[in-house]
Structures are given as structure tokens and as C-alpha cells.
């Protein structure tokens, strides 16, 4: 049984945390990310789970690393200033490998900027916000269902790779409403733990690659395996180790246990890219304005597609260049001055031009304003011939 | 009990020896009346954890066979009050420095008090920057050198007890290292007391403070301490001017008035479930 | 099919509200619905706008770039708000707020919406019902059963027979209107 819902991308949050089994949220009111909070304080209680209203940033990520050690599926969600204060924090969890979720619904920055406009100015930022050398999961829904599935699946990502997954969305997807069906009973619906130790307490290694899959298994605190957790340069033993071996070995980790399952983590849609010469790249709510331009595009000739990326980070390299060798043109339109077309621009290597729609004026595109410029993109494909 | 050899057998973790401390310091005596009264309250090594922040004494977590964490600068208490909200059945010990834990973790200090979450804070009071070289911290007295006030120290210094009284702490307590046998009690009471305990052990660090502050030996220090570390039943007794320089020592106050925290949220989640029901029915 | 609404007018009136009933009653409909809001001190102070699409086929872009009924309640509203509309759009304006609009080729509908929220319901918070009501009366976007439920899904436990009231109203208006 379900039931049809006109839900928040906020309040959809809440639910597919909950649905993933996610049991602990410590975090600081900030717009436009609030209604996870509120919504959160609510919820939780009801499932036997805990909120915390912390006394600021730095503590929300602070507790729900610490909740994360004793074993619960923790989460917290911010805004632009708050996730700059959260970075430090983060970067501990990549380090000491610690399963957590953070939600950033983006807006205009940089500082206070505009706390209820739109703005996809911290993408960036998700991937190197944070000091230090590291690799990290980033996923952004478009739409209400989406902000339920890709929650849970943040949440199955940082369990099963032992790392912090950062679901990225924007004030449109996290305040609009839109219709989503959600099942009455969340039964089967919670995400697989991480992955447990199957040595014996006396033999564990709490960052031991005992199966080649990079992802050690961690046990909870107070479950009878007494390990030591450090942000420390730490060898397999997970106690500080300052040896250029030791150093090498950790920063390899942190790249390759993610680049080496790219496969499973990266994850785009393509939309009427099959035969397209102009294909879009845009991903959040800004992927929306691209659905009906491309729609609005093919109904005047042009032959124009939407690549949308749902992982952020790692970057779709193959998938963009899979596109990129069938199209003509690449037209990348995000909200900020155009942060992500220079990734795209890298992955391409010159295939094709990468054209870009940046739109930071704090509203927006509108599909007539981006079919202006697939017009123009396809315009000049004509023109190159 | 037993002895200090037979603690470092059992709760010191193999290969991690020698510690990084320098001769002198204060910090071992205060980890060994630490694992003194874990070992006094029968604790077993699962069902305590160890969480620490930066600096010198934030080092000792991991040392001792416990669940353990060593943090970063100033965020010792959030992960110690996450994990007590995972599981409220494990002892929770926070160990801290000064600077960690009155300067960059301040803010995260008052809170934890005001809350009354079940948290043992340990605040390692050495009244100096140790790992960094001797900086000067929210604790360092007024007019002490500190290789960032090389002209004096110009600022107050907190009373951090006094600080977490205000914040609503219900169990304070003051040690120093020369007073083992009253830091092993206040420890063990703050162990055993359910809500949010701190006790602040006056510490020395020879080689970054004394020397400075030409105070001297190590044993100086601890001759320092002596004289200076009144016993809280004496202290009452005494008038301003004997006061004057020293320090109360003991359990400076208790109260049982107010739930725990993860107590407190218990409830909470009887009432969102209770109104969940309601909503169904 | 495919119809755009954009209700405006001054921070307090329920105007989000009625927004969000209206995205609820289309879902009742079986029909798809997006809606979005202004935000901030603009929705409390000053003039506050609610937008929601309606519409059979999914819904991409969620923001109304030109309304094909515009809900005015206060004048201010209507200066910031109408310039988009054309002729194709229909304005309902309450009528005790509002005079000019600034799209004169509009199909335009004045109502005592307020007028008669204090009439019927003995309050002007009722309103944004009334205003529902003569919408829906005057575009047929959702089921008048949809709409009911969806009001009585929203509202204060205790009101549901004043806001029925307001509903009957706003149908009454909107029908005397044209």
C-alpha cells in the first residue's frame, strides 16, 4: 500500500532518511535546508531515533561522526555557510573513513548571499571543500521522488564505502512541492549496514583490505572491538603512522576506493541523447528548466539532448565522453558562473566545443532562456561545417 | 587494586609504548589515576570509550585498550555527545586540554553542560599550548610569558569550573597531579555521577610553561601545586586574603536535579510515539 | 493539458496555503502538480506569491513564467505581479483590494472575495477558501469533490464547516461574476 503525497524535496529528505534506516541527525537551523531539520525533530522520536539541535555547525557534523562510531546511520543538513563550517569535519570522516550523510541545498553565496534564492555556487565545493588530498561521493536530485531515492541511496553509498556521501541539492528541488508516492510501511526499505568485522576482536585491524575491496569493515563502539579512531595519518592498524609508506597507502585509499567502483557509483540519465548534436549537461534543479528546452528544441529541428548527471562526484567522465563522441556540441548550463564546465571541458579533451549557459542573477533559467542558447550552440555547429 | 604496573599491563595497549610526553609532564599522572578509577568502578574495557581532542593530552586516548577516538582541535565533546546519544549505556570519557577544550571547543563546553548529557570531561590544565610549542590559552594566568605573549599575557583566564557551573554543569571537580589519591576520587565520582561531569586536573608542562615562566623543576611544579591546591572543606573556611593565588581542590559542586540528557530524550521519543498512535487512531 | 496559476497579494492572507490545496486537490484528480512559493521576509511582510502548475503530463520546469490565472489580492501585489499575463490570462482580483492591473488585454474577474469571507464565514481569514473556491469555479482545473477534500485535509480540525461555507461562496461569486 502507498500514498500520494505533495511533498517538499525537504520533507521527501526526511523520509528517505528515514525509509534508509537512518536513526541519528544532529544539526543547526539554516536556510533553505530547515525543513530537514524540523522535519527530522519530528520524525526520528516516532522510529525510536534521536535529534539533536546542536549548538552550531561544527557540532552537528561533530555528533553525527560521533554517532556514526557507535554503530547508527547519522545524517545532518545545511546551507552554503553552514557547509563551509562543516568542511573540517568531513574531512576527518574521509580520513578515518566514517559512514555520514550531508545534505547541502545550495543558495546564493558567497557568505550570507541569498539565503532563499536559488544557486548551484557550492559544487565545487563539495568536491575539494574540505584541505587535503581526497576523493568523495556526491549525488543531486531533481525532483521531489528523487530527493527520497538518492537520501536513501547517500545513505547506502556512505555505509557500503565507509566514507561521507554529500547529497547535493539546490533551494528549488529543497523547496518545492511536488507529488510523490511514498509506501505506507518502510518495511525493507532500511539500507545495509556497514560492513562488519569477521575476525575475532583480538585480531581486528580496524582499516585492514581484508577482501580487496578497499572498505574495511568497522565495528561499532562498545561491541566488543576496541579500535582506535584518529585523523591522524594511520596505517592498517588505525593508530598514527607518519612512515612515507604509511602516508602514500592512506592518500591511495582515499582515491581508489572510490575511482576503482565508479562503476557502481556513478550513475547519469540520459534524455533524447541517442541521436542528439547539442546535448545539455545540467544537474539539479537547473536540469529541470533543460527537459523542456531540449522537449521545446526538438520541436522546432534541433536535435538536442540532456545529459544529467546524478552523481556530481566522482565525475561521469566515460559517460560524458560516450556522449561527447556522438554529439556536436556540449551545452553545460548550471546556476553559479560556470564552475562544473571546466570538468566537463577536461573529460572531453577538445571531442567537442563545450558551450555554457551560466546563469547566476538568483533565478532560475527558464526553458525559453536555454533554448536561446541550444539555438545558438546549434547555430554554430551549421556555421562549423 | 592494582598496582601501576599491573594498570599499564592491562589497560595500556601493546606497541603503543613510549608515549610522546616529555620528561616532566603531568599528563601520565593524570591517564594513570584515570585508568585507577576506571579499574575502582569495575568498568570493563568495552563498555568504555575514550574520545579526545588535539594536543598533548588528547594523545593519551590512544594509548589504552578502550573504544577510542583522537578528534580534532576543539570537537572532542560533539563526537563524545554523538556517541552518547548512540549509546547511552556506554561510559563516555572526554579528554581535553585547556586550549581544546576553553578556546577553539568553548562554545561546545558550555553546551554539553547546559544539556546535562552523561559525559566525563577530563580538561588537562597545563595553562599553555604544549604541542605547539608553548602559545598561550584561555587558562594561562595574566602576566605569564608564552611564546605569543612574549611581552605578558594581558588577558583574564577563565575559572573554566566556575564557566561550567554557570552553564549549568551539575558535577565540577578540581585535582592537581601532586594530589593523585583526591584526583583518582573526583574521577571516579564524576565517573559515577550520571549527568554531565568535568573535572578540571592542574597539570604541569615543564617544557613549554615552566621554562617561560622560569618556574623550574618539574618537581617545582609539583611543589607549586602542593602549596597552592586548597581542599574544598578548608577553602570554605577561609577569608579572601588567604585565598589569595590559590585554588579549591575536590568536588566543588553537585546537583541531582536535572535529568541527563539521553534520559530526558527518552521521553521524547514516548512522546512522538505516543503521538503517533493518537494520529492513527 | 496544462494550466499555470499564480495566486498573489499580502503576507497572511493564505494564499501558499490555498496553493498547496490546490497542487493536493489536482493529486486527488489523478493530475500531476508543482508548487512554489516566495520565501523569506517577502512572504511575511510585503507581498507574497504561491505558484502551482497543473497538468496530465509530467512537469519539469516548476516556476510560472506566464500565468493562465492570476489570483490578485492586494494591489500592490498586482503591480509586481501581473505584468506577465496577456490576453490569454485570466485575472481574478479581490476587489476590495485591488484596481489596476498591469495587463489590460486580460480576461479580468472582480470579486468580493474578502468582502465575502467577513459576510459568510464572520472572518476575513477565510479568504484564501473563497478565493479557492471562485478559481476553481471559474477555470474547472480540479473536481469541485477533489477540492472539498483537499480543503478539509488542510484545515484546523473545528473549522471544517466554515471552510465549507467559504467554499460554497467563492463558487457563488465566481458564477454570479460571469
Same mark, same amino acid.
Given at each position: ?5 505533495? +511533498? ?95 545534505? &547541502? ?19 565545487? /565545493? ?22 527520497? #531515492? ?60 581484508? #577482501? ?39 592518500? &591511495? ?13 556513478? /550513475? ?30 526538438? #520541436? ?18 566515460? /559517460? ?22 571546466? *570538468? ?16 547566476? &542573477? ?16 546549434? *547555430? ?6 | ?15 603503543? +609504548?613510549?608515549? %610522546? ?17 576506571? &579499574? ?49 549505556? +556506554? ?91 583526591? %584526583?583518582? #576520587? ?27 615562566? /622560569? ?67 | ?29 489523478? +493530475? ?105 469555479? %471559474? ?8 477540492? *472539498? ?30
Amino acid at each position: 500500500m502507498s500514498r500520494v503525497l505533495l +511533498l517538499q524535496g525537504n520533507q521527501a529528505v526526511v523520509e528517505g532518511a528515514i525509509a534508509a534506516g537512518v536513526r541519528f541527525y544532529g544539526g543547526y537551523p539554516i536556510t533553505p535546508s530547515t525543513e530537514i531539520a524540523e522535519g527530522m525533530a519530528k520524525r526520528l522520536p516516532q522510529v525510536g531515533g534521536k535529534f539533536m539541535q546542536t549548538e552550531d555547525e561544527l557540532a552537528g557534523i561533530g555528533t553525527v561522526v560521533g554517532a556514526s562510531l557507535g554503530g547508527v546511520k547519522a545524517m545532518t543538513a545545511t546551507s552554503g555557510p553552514g557547509f563551509s563550517l562543516k568542511q573540517e569535519t568531513i574531512g576527518m570522516a574521509c580520513s578515518a573513513e566514517i559512514p555520514c550523510v550531508i545534505v &547541502d541545498v545550495q543558495r546564493v553565496g558567497p557568505a550570507t548571499g541569498q539565503p532563499t534564492s536559488p544557486s548551484q555556487g557550492d559544487v565545487m /565545493q563539495t568536491r575539494w571543500g574540505t584541505h587535503g588530498d581526497h576523493w568523495l561521493i556526491v549525488v543531486s536530485p531533481s525532483s521531489v521522488p528523487e530527493c527520497f #531515492d538518492l537520501t536513501r541511496r547517500a545513505v547506502e553509498l556512505s555505509e557500503k564505502y565507509r566514507y561521507p556521501v554529500i547529497l547535493l541539492m539546490d533551494e528549488i528541488v529543497g523547496h518545492m512541492r511536488e507529488r510523490i508516492e511514498l509506501p505506507d510501511s518502510y518495511e525493507g526499505l532500511s539500507v545495509p549496514r556497514r560492513k562488519q568485522p569477521d575476525t575475532p576482536p583480538e585480531k581486528y585491524l580496524a582499516y585492514a583490505d581484508t #577482501d580487496g575491496s578497499m572498505v574495511p569493515a568497522m565495528a561499532d563502539f562498545g561491541s566488543g572491538y576496541r579500535w582506535h579512531m584518529t585523523g591522524l595519518v594511520h596505517d592498517e592498524t588505525g593508530f598514527p603512522k607518519g612512515t612515507p609508506a604509511a602516508t602514500k597507502n592512506s592518500q &591511495d585509499r582515499l582515491h581508489l576506493k572510490l575511482r576503482d567502483h565508479e562503476d557502481d557509483i556513478v /550513475q547519469v540519465e540520459n534524455y533524447r541523447t541517442d541521436d542528439a548534436d547539442v546535448v545539455v549537461i545540467a544537474y539539479g534543479g537547473a536540469a529541470r528548466t533543460a527537459y523542456d528546452a531540449v522537449d521545446m528544441a526538438r #520541436d522546432e529541428g534541433i536535435r538536442a539532448g540532456l545529459l544529467r548527471p546524478v552523481t556530481i562526484w566522482p565525475f561521469a567522465d566515460r /559517460q560524458i565522453q560516450a556522449v561527447a563522441k556522438k554529439a556536436k556540441c556540449l551545452l553545460v548550463h548550471e546556476l553559479n558562473c560556470g564552475q562544473y564546465v571546466r *570538468e566537463v571541458g577536461r573529460a572531453v579533451r577538445g571531442l567537442v566545443p563545450v558551450d555554457l549557459y551560466a546563469k547566476y &542573477d538568483n533565478e532560475p533559467a527558464t526553458p525559453e532562456q536555454l533554448l536561446e542558447k541550444i539555438r545558438e550552440s546549434a *547555430e554554430k555547429i551549421k556555421g562549423a561545417k | 587494586m592494582k598496582s601501576m604496573e599491573e594498570l599499564v599491563d592491562f589497560y595500556f595497549r601493546p606497541n603503543r +609504548l613510549p608515549h %610522546l610526553w616529555c620528561p616532566g609532564c603531568g599528563n601520565g599522572v593524570v591517564l594513570g589515576a584515570l585508568l585507577k578509577a576506571i &579499574d575502582a568502578e569495575n568498568l570493563a574495557k568495552d563498555d568504555v570509550a575514550i574520545i579526545s581532542g588535539i594536543g598533548c593530552s588528547s594523545r593519551a586516548s590512544g594509548y589504552v585498550d578502550f573504544n577510542t577516538a583522537n578528534t580534532l582541535h576543539g570537537r572532542a565533546l560533539p563526537i563524545s555527545t554523538g556517541l552518547k546519544m548512540a549509546r547511552p549505556e +556506554l561510559n563516555v570519557i572526554t579528554l581535553s586540554g585547556d586550549g581544546d577544550c576553553s578556546a577553539i571547543g568553548g562554545n561546545h563546553l558550555i553546551h554539553a553542560a547546559r544539556r546535562n548529557i552523561g559525559l566525563t570531561l577530563v580538561v588537562f590544565n597545563n595553562s599553555i599550548y604544549g604541542m605547539t610549542g608553548g602559545q598561550y590559552s584561555p587558562l594561562t594566568p595574566m602576566g605569564k610569558k608564552a611564546t605569543t605573549a612574549p611581552y605578558l599575557t594581558i588577558e583574564p583566564s577563565f575559572d573554566i569550573l566556575a564557566l561550567a557551573q554557570a552553564a549549568g554543569a551539575t558535577f565540577t571537580a578540581r585535582a592537581t597531579t601532586y594530589h593523585v589519591p583526591i %584526583l583518582v #576520587d573526583v574521577l571516579r565520582k564524576g565517573i559515577r555521577h550520571e549527568g554531565f561531569s568535568i573535572i578540571e586536573v592542574v597539570t604541569g608542562c615543564p617544557t613549554n610553561y615552566g621554562r617561560q615562566n /622560569q618556574i623550574g623543576a618539574p618537581a617545582k611544579m609539583m611543589e607549586w601545586q602542593k602549596d597552592h591546591g586548597v581542599m574544598k572543606a578548608a577553602w570554605d573556611k577561609m577569608d579572601e586574603a588567604a585565598r589569595e593565588g590559590k585554588f579549591p581542590i575536590g568536588v566543588l559542586s553537585e546537583r541531582k536535579d536535572l535529568k541527563e540528557y539521553t534520559k530526558a530524550y527518552d521521553e521524547v521519543i514516548v512522546r512522538a510515539q505516543a503521538s503517533v498512535k493518537e494520529e492513527t487512531a | 493539458m496544462k494550466q499555470n496559476f499564480r495566486f498573489s497579494g499580502t503576507g497572511g492572507q493564505g494564499l501558499i496555503t490555498a496553493g498547496i490545496i490546490l497542487a493536493e486537490a489536482a493529486l486527488l484528480d489523478g +493530475l500531476l502538480a508543482v508548487q512554489s512559493q516566495s520565501y523569506g521576509p517577502e512572504a511575511r511582510g510585503g507581498s507574497s506569491k504561491a505558484e502551482v502548475i497543473i497538468s496530465d503530463r509530467p512537469i519539469r520546469f516548476g516556476r510560472v513564467t506566464h500565468p493562465d490565472t492570476l489570483l490578485v489580492m492586494s494591489q500592490e501585489a498586482a503591480d509586481k505581479f501581473s505584468g506577465d499575463c496577456d490576453a490569454s490570462s485570466l485575472i481574478i482580483t479581490d476587489s476590495l483590494f485591488v484596481k489596476d492591473v498591469r495587463a489590460e488585454d486580460a480576461r479580468r474577474v472582480d470579486l468580493p472575495i474578502t468582502h465575502t469571507a467577513r459576510e459568510v464565514c464572520g472572518k476575513p481569514l477565510f479568504a484564501n477558501i473563497v478565493a479557492l473556491g471562485a478559481v476553481v469555479a %471559474l477555470t474547472k482545473c480540479v473536481t469541485t469533490e477533489s477540492l *472539498e477534500r483537499a480543503v478539509l485535509d488542510r484545515v484546523p480540525k473545528g473549522t471544517e464547516d466554515a471552510n465549507k461555507k467559504a467554499l460554497a461562496a467563492g463558487y457563488e461569486i465566481a458564477k454570479k461574476a460571469v
